[in-house]
């Protein structure tokens, strides 16, 4: 059984945005956080429902969904109850995974990176526990800095000052530049979970083969978490790992039927990261046939509530 879904914002929804803040303005006394955080909160729900009504038991929420959380002094006494955002998410049986941005690197050479590192981490991993998600707070490697074993043992190093909520929900996630799933296995010695993205995959010119690397990302997961996938297409024109505006059904079939082969029927999750979001997903479906379309419903069960024009509805 495979858990499908999207990336952080619901684009077919009323309102699709969160709401952020800058921190020079914060500083100037420009922004009031609490209403910013009441809003996106709500985004959250409201996206939960939505995702739900598309036969989509998969989402990401987005890392700036408190913005300054780790910045501004007392800002998580202004986090609102999140009690109604979890029990949309468990009425919903949606999985919740989080994935903050390219500057939270646990191997970071520099002791300033690290430190703002393990505390986004630190609030990611708090958001987590009042959500009650169990999915991934999915990071990348960083980058090598000509030394990919030094590297490596200051990525074991960071990952060990993890506080407990982070570091249960860990995963690192192969990239298009510097890290393949067998290198990152190496450098922290199998003990964390990989995210196998395709995109990255076919973007890296040291990339083993590719069943080689879904197959190893898929058996690093233990028992207790469902193993997450990542799966987009690449944006003709843009550099190699772009996403695209858009899936096609066909690749996403391939991708979901690939998947549920290498999973041995384990229950795991898939993301699409399309600039289109909950849209791509949408029209993907609509380009299948009816054949095809039984096909990715068998896989993705809660896909069969969903019809594809439902889902591309602006």
Known sequence: MIRLGYVCQSLGMPEPSLKTAQLGRYLNGLVDLAPIYRHNAEYVRRSLVHSTGLGLTAHRISSDLFPLLDIAPGARMLVPDLRSVRGAAERGGVHLSNH???FVVLSSPREEVLLNSLAVMS????????LGAQGSITLHGGGVHGDRAGTAARLREG???????????????NDERCWTVPELLEATRGEVPIVFDNLHWAANPRSAPRETELDAALRSWPAHR?????YS??????????????ITGRGLLRF????????DGREVVVLVEAKQKDLAIGRALGELTRRQRARIEALVPGLSVARPQQA???
């Not at 609030?123 to 009042?130: C, K, Y």
């Open 256 to 263: 979901c039927e690939e998947v549920e082969e290498a999973s």
């Open 159 to 173: 990952i060990a000052r993890l506080t407990p909520p982070a570091l249960a929900r860990l995963a690192l996630e």
């Open 233 to 246: 297409e690449q944006w003709e024109g843009k550099p190699a790992g772009a996403h695209a505006q858009h």
């Open 123 to 130: 609030d990611q991993g708090w958001v987590m526990d009042l």
């Open 312 to 314: 591309c509805s602006a």
């Open 226 to 230: 469902l193993p997450e996938l990542h």
């Open 100 to 102: 903050p941005s390219q």
